[in-house]
């Protein structure tokens, strides 16, 4: 069972910047397309964007497309840049790895992390 840790969320004013990374327990982390998700209350959780094992051609949500950016590197861990934050990207976010079917489907990923809190003031 691949274990997975988030950090990086906090408390920033809108037009600022967060990176987030996710921490996986295996070395065969690197064989997973890994995607990031967020859930604010009361709504559903929300895809954003995902990495493929070669890193390359990722996918986003439009509603982040231009703003947020996802990496990884070549040890267990994927980042979530995000750029030109607005207070409605305030929720809880999660990484999670990706199995099979719709990657913009939350029950298309198979080991999900804790979540980390990103609130973005006005």
């Known amino acids: 069972q691949v274990k997975l840790v988030e950090s990086g969320g906090g408390v920033v004013q809108a037009g600022n910047s967060l990176r987030l990374s996710c921490a996986a327990s295996?070395?065969?982390?690197?064989?997973?397309?890994m995607g990031w998700f967020r859930q604010a209350p009361g709504k559903e959780r929300e895809f954003l964007a995902v990495a493929w094992r070669s890193a390359s051609n990722p996918k986003y949500a439009d509603s982040v497309k231009g703003r947020f950016t996802i990496s990884r590197d070549n040890a267990n861990t994927v980042y979530l840049q995000m750029d030109s934050l607005k207070p409605e990207d305030t929720a809880v976010y999660y990484c999670?790895?990706?199995?099979?079917?719709?990657?913009?489907?939350?029950?298309?990923?198979?080991?999900w992390g804790q979540g980390t809190q990103v609130t973005v003031s006005s």
């Open positions: 999670a790895t990706f199995s099979s079917g719709n990657y913009r489907h939350p029950s298309s990923y198979t080991y």
């Open positions: 295996e070395r065969t982390f690197s064989t997973y397309p």
